[in-house]
T-cell receptor, first 117, second 115 residues
Framework: ETGVTQSPTHLIKTRGQQVTLRCSSQ?????VSWYQQALGQGPQFIFQ???????GRGNFPPRFSGLQFPNYSSELNVNALELDDSALYLC????????????????FGPGTRLTVL | AQSVAQPEDQVNVAEGNPLTVKCTYS??????LFWYVQYPNRGLQFLLK??????LVKGSYGFEAEFNKSQTSFHLKKPSALVSDSALYFC?????????????FGAGTRLFVKA
């Protein structure tokens, strides 16, 4: 187990609603990344948070937003839910860089399964 | 733009035989390469990574991968497969040219190890 936790485990929403997913990073990690994994596909990068600011973003619309808190935990918010938002949402924590200044390994939580009806 | 290809949707191998799961990549800068494994209803587990240094990387559970710059490949290997290795395997790349923060995953390869 990685020490990265996510809540809730499962969630069912209807189209047009809003949802908030939560992630607690592994001890010692200051960076959180969020991914969307649709059924039968690889994870797609949504965005990354470092020092409470968005550090980079993938090809997702602005209705996908996030927050990082001083304890490095993070939230993913999705507004105006669409049917295609149904997926497993994965959170990954890491240090921003390793001791050599290179990208550090990301460790993933178990995910939140979101179903939009 | 960075991309990852896993050309095989599924790999079948008998227990005790060597296994290979293929991955090729495309980046603008230096590649940072990763392999993850996913079991049903679980998140991704880190297996190994190549950042710099030796082209042969050893990871968890007896897995290894070889970085081949000329062929832009990073194939995952194990000398002797176990039934418990059956899972979904993802190759991923981060590009130094874009700051290395964005991880691109392949579509995944399902490995079946038959007893």
């Amino acid at each position: 187990e990685t020490g990265v936790t996510q809540s809730p485990t499962h969630l069912i929403k209807t189209r047009g609603q809003q949802v908030t997913l939560r992630c607690s990073s592994q001890s010692g990690h200051n960076t959180v990344s969020w991914y969307q994994q649709a059924l039968g596909q690889g994870p797609q990068f949504i965005f990354q948070y470092y020092r409470e600011e968005e550090n980079g973003r993938g090809n997702f619309p602005p209705r996908f937003s996030g927050l990082q808190f001083p304890n490095y935990s993070s939230e993913l918010n999705v507004n105006a839910l669409e049917l295609d938002d149904s997926a497993l949402y994965l959170c990954a924590s890491s240090s921003h860089h390793d001791l050599a200044g290179l990208p550090d390994t990301q460790y993933f939580g178990p995910g939140t399964r979101l179903t939009v009806l | 733009a960075q991309s990852v290809a896993q050309p095989e949707d599924q790999v079948n191998v008998a227990e005790g035989n060597p296994l290979t799961v293929k991955c090729t990549y495309s980046v603008s800068g230096n590649p940072y390469l990763f392999w993850y494994v996913q079991y049903p209803n679980r998140g991704l587990q880190f297996l190994l990574k190549y950042i710099t240094g030796d082209n042969l990387v050893k990871g968890s559970y007896g897995f290894e991968a070889e970085f081949n710059k000329s062929q832009t490949s990073f194939h995952l290997k194990k000398p002797s497969a176990l039934v418990s290795d059956s899972a979904l395997y993802f190759c991923a790349v981060r590009d130094s040219f874009t700051g290395g923060f964005k991880t691109i995953f392949g579509a995944g390869t399902r490995l079946f190890v038959k007893a």
